[in-house]
């Protein structure tokens, strides 16, 4: 089992950046594919990015691609989400996930463990 802790969110003005964090304790970070999700109000959850096990892969979202970079740390048990050019319509909470499988899905049935998110605003 993981834990998983989001930080990083916060109000930026649309072109701001934020880099989120997701901290993880548990079993061993390296066994899971890792992903970023987010949520707006009224809608259904969506993947953002995910990346490997070890780094190698990964892939994004097409609303997101260009502007957001995904990376993790095994050392360090975390895994990021660098947003860059932020829009209003990134405006959600995001969320961290993680899964024991070794492929990157953008499913949330396919995550096992979900962190509590971190809510990101971009104002116009």
């Known amino acids: 089992q993981v834990q998983l802790d989001e930080s990083g969110g916060g109000l930026v003005q649309a072109g701001g950046s934020l880099r989120l964090s997701c901290a993880a304790s548990g079993r061993t970070f390296s066994l899971y594919t890792m992903g970023w999700f987010r949520q707006a109000p009224g809608l259904e959850r969506e993947f953002v990015a995910g990346?490997?096990?070890?780094?190698?892969?990964?892939s994004a979202a097409d609303s997101v691609k260009g502007r957001f970079t995904i990376s993790r740390d095994n050392a360090k048990n975390t895994v990021y989400l660098q947003m860059n050019s932020l829009k209003p319509e990134d405006t959600a909470v995001y969320y961290c996930?993680?899964?024991?499988?070794?492929?990157?899905?953008?499913?949330?049935?396919?995550?096992?463990?979900w962190g509590q998110g971190t809510q990101v605003t971009v104002s116009s």
């Open positions: 996930a993680a899964r024991t499988g070794t492929l990157i899905t953008t499913k949330t049935a396919s995550y096992d463990y």
């Open positions: 990346i490997s096990r070890i780094g190698g892969m990964m």
